[in-house]
C-alpha cells in the first residue's frame, strides 16, 4: 500500500471514529499539539478495586470491543501483567499486534503501558498509557482511570488524532463499566 493511501486510510480511521457516538463520560484533553495530545477520564465501576483489576486483566477479551481490533475479535485480546507484558491481539501464530507493551504494574492500582495503540502504531510515534484504580470509602465501587499521553513525529498534526483516540477509549472502557456492571 502507498504512503498516500495508508495516511489516507489514517485519516479516514480518524473521521470515523470522531463520528461514532461518545460514551456517557467525557474524556477531558488535557493538552494538544501539532506534535502530541494527552487526555484523562475516569469512570465509577461496580465493586472492590481487587475484583475490578482481575475484570480489567484476566477478561480483558470478554470486554474489549472487536470494532477496535485488527482482527475482528475481542476473544484474540490478552494482557500479560509481566515487565515487558503484551497488550496483545493474537489471531494466530503469524498474525499479531502488540497493541501496547506493560512497563509498570502496581497490583490492584495501576497498570502503566507505553506504545502507540490503534492506527498511532504506524505514526513514528509512542505513548504512555496509565490505567489507575481507587477504592470508594465503602469499597463498594471503584474508580477507574485512564491517562494517556501521546507525541512524537508524524506527517500528522497529531492534535487532529486526540478526540478521534478518546473517543475510542472512552468506548473501550464503558464496555469493561457495562460488563463489571452486569
Same mark, same amino acid.
Given at each position: 500500500? /502507498?504512503?498516500?493511501? *495508508?495516511?489516507? /486510510?489514517?485519516? *479516514? #480511521? ?7 457516538? #461518545?460514551? #456517557?463520560?467525557? $474524556? ?5 499539539? $501539532?506534535?502530541?495530545? %494527552? ?15 482481575? +475484570? ?5 477479551? $470478554?470486554?474489549?470491543? *472487536? ?7 475481542? &476473544?484474540?485480546m490478552t494482557l500479560q501483567l509481566r515487565p515487558g507484558g503484551?497488550?496483545? &491481539? ?27 495503540? +490503534? ?18 470509602? =465503602? &469499597?463498594?465501587? %471503584? %474508580?477507574?482511570?485512564v491517562r494517556y499521553r501521546v507525541s512524537g513525529y508524524s506527517?500528522? =498534526? ?5 478526540? *478521534?483516540? &478518546? ?6 472502557? %464503558? ?8
Amino acid at each position: 500500500m /502507498s504512503m498516500k493511501i *495508508a495516511r489516507i /486510510s489514517s485519516l *479516514a #480511521t480518524v473521521i470515523a471514529c470522531l463520528l461514532l457516538p #461518545t460514551a #456517557t463520560s467525557k $474524556a477531558e484533553t488535557l493538552d494538544s499539539s $501539532a506534535t502530541g495530545f %494527552t487526555f484523562a477520564f475516569s469512570l465509577p465501576v461496580d465493586g472492590h478495586l481487587k475484583h475490578v483489576f482481575e +475484570g480489567l486483566t484476566e477478561d480483558i477479551g $470478554a470486554w474489549w470491543l *472487536a470494532d477496535h481490533t485488527w482482527y475482528g475479535k475481542s &476473544e484474540n485480546m490478552t494482557l500479560q501483567l509481566r515487565p515487558g507484558g503484551c497488550l496483545c &491481539e493474537i489471531d494466530s501464530e503469524l498474525r499479531f499486534t502488540e497493541h501496547l507493551r506493560v512497563v509498570k504494574v502496581e497490583p490492584y492500582s495501576l497498570i502503566r503501558f507505553t506504545g502507540g495503540l +490503534g492506527p498511532l502504531q504506524g505514526e513514528g510515534v509512542t505513548g504512555v498509557m496509565d490505567w489507575s484504580l481507587k477504592n470508594s470509602a =465503602d &469499597e463498594q465501587t %471503584t %474508580t477507574l482511570t485512564v491517562r494517556y499521553r501521546v507525541s512524537g513525529y508524524s506527517p500528522n =498534526d497529531l492534535s487532529a488524532w486526540a478526540v *478521534a483516540v &478518546e473517543n475510542v477509549l472512552l468506548q473501550q472502557m %464503558t464496555s469493561f463499566q457495562t460488563y463489571m456492571n452486569q
